[in-house]
Nanobody, 122 residues
Framework: QVQLVESGGGLVQAGGSLRLSCATS????????MGWFRQAPGKEREFVAS????????YYADSVKGRFTISRDKAKNTVYLQMNTLKPEATAVYYC???????????????WGQGTQVAVSS
């Protein structure tokens, strides 16, 4: 099973940017579709973005389209989430996840990281 470690969270003012990273272990990074999810206080975890195993396909929640970009670096076994024009409602713990399904739905991710906190001040 792949191990996932997120980093890059922090406190940022509204309108600012952050880039989250998710480092994966093992030699099977290319086998996994990768995703980012978030969970705000008192709310359920929600899908943010995903990227196919080969990086050719990306998917975004409507709330982040045009502002967030997911990408992956095969050489570094790492997936990124570039977050621009952040809003206070983006405050949440962000989780990286992996799926062996080629085109996973939000419920198809079986491996999870521990999360990284993002706080956006108004």
């Amino acid at each position: 099973q792949v191990q996932l470690v997120e980093s890059g969270g922090g406190l940022v003012q509204a309108g600012g940017s952050l880039r989250l990273s998710c480092a994966t272990s093992g030699r099977t990074f290319s086998s996994y579709a990768m995703g980012w999810f978030r969970q705000a206080p008192g709310k359920e975890r929600e899908f943010v973005a995903s990227i196919s195993w080969n990086g050719f396909s990306t998917y975004y929640a409507d709330s982040v389209k045009g502002r967030f970009t997911i990408s992956r670096d095969k050489a570094k076994n790492t997936v990124y989430l570039q977050m621009n024009t952040l809003k206070p409602e983006a405050t949440a713990v962000y989780y990286c996840a992996a799926s062996l399904i080629a085109t996973p739905g939000p419920r198809d991710f079986g491996s999870w990281g521990q999360g990284t906190q993002v706080a956006v001040s108004s």
